[in-house]
């Protein structure tokens, strides 16, 4: 299947720093790349839908100024968490999709876990 | 608004038991679904993918069976292993245009194998 690879797996920085969250698909192009967020013991939650060259689309209660979206090309979505804070601790992960359509599949990447302390 | 169920949440079974994890959703009209593992502080890998036409699906000792109509899904493990111990996930994709493989995801079911 189709490969999607998330860089960093883990960090921790400072309340009030930003950290950067890099997604690729490495051998495929995405247009669309979708981020999820999962706290403790609870189930993955769709936070965004990223789109090449346009805005991101946010799902309810998501705060577009603090979770920066960027799709700049076809291959790379990146997820900037800006002025975090210790309720942003939490497993940052995305997917996409394979609009070759060898398959209907979605395609995670690795995740990033983020601690904020 | 879609809303995926899993049940149980936990469960804990000997070696070499069959298992049957449960999932369903309130909206039949879906594109997909899949089943998911996650070990502890680690992303997910994609076990099984059924198609909304599909009744089932076999990988090695999984078997995941689709009843879309009544909006419920099953993954059978047979002859479980200690190393099955994770946590399963389904989720289901509500369209089908490419670009929006967005998923829905379930509450989840901790699985704990017992030497």
């Known amino acids: 299947g189709a490969v999607v690879s998330q860089h960093p797996s883990w960090v921790i920085c400072k309340s009030g720093t930003s950290v950067k969250i890099e997604c690729r698909s490495l051998?495929?192009?995405?247009?669309?790349m979708f981020w999820y967020r999962q706290f403790p013991k609870q189930s993955l939650m769709l936070m965004a839908t990223?789109?090449?060259?346009?805005?991101?689309?946010?799902e309810q209660g998501v705060e577009k100024d603090k979770f920066l979206i960027n799709h700049a090309s076809l291959t790379l979505s990146t997820l900037t968490v800006t002025s975090a804070h210790p309720e942003d601790s939490s497993f940052y992960i995305c997917s996409a999709g394979d609009p070759g359509g060898r398959s209907t599949e979605a395609f995670f990447g690795q995740g990033t876990r983020l601690t904020v302390v | 608004k879609q809303e995926v169920t899993q049940i149980p949440a936990a469960l804990s079974v000997p070696e070499g038991e069959n298992l049957v994890l449960n999932c369903s959703f309130t909206?039949?009209?879906?594109?997909?679904l899949q089943w998911f593992r996650q070990d502890p502080g680690k992303g997910l890998t994609s076990l099984l993918l059924i198609q909304s036409s599909q009744r089932e699906q076999t990988s090695g000792r999984l078997n995941a069976s689709l009843d879309k109509s009544s909006g419920r899904s099953t993954l059978y493990i047979a002859a479980s292993q200690p190393g099955d111990s994770a946590t399963y996930l389904c989720a289901v994709r509500s369209t089908f245009n490419f670009g929006n493989e967005k998923l829905t995801f379930g509450t989840g079911t901790r699985l704990t194998i017992i030497p």
């Open positions: 909206d039949s009209a879906i594109y997909n």
């Open positions: 051998d495929f192009q995405a247009t669309t």
């Open positions: 990223s789109n090449e060259g346009s805005k991101a689309t946010y």
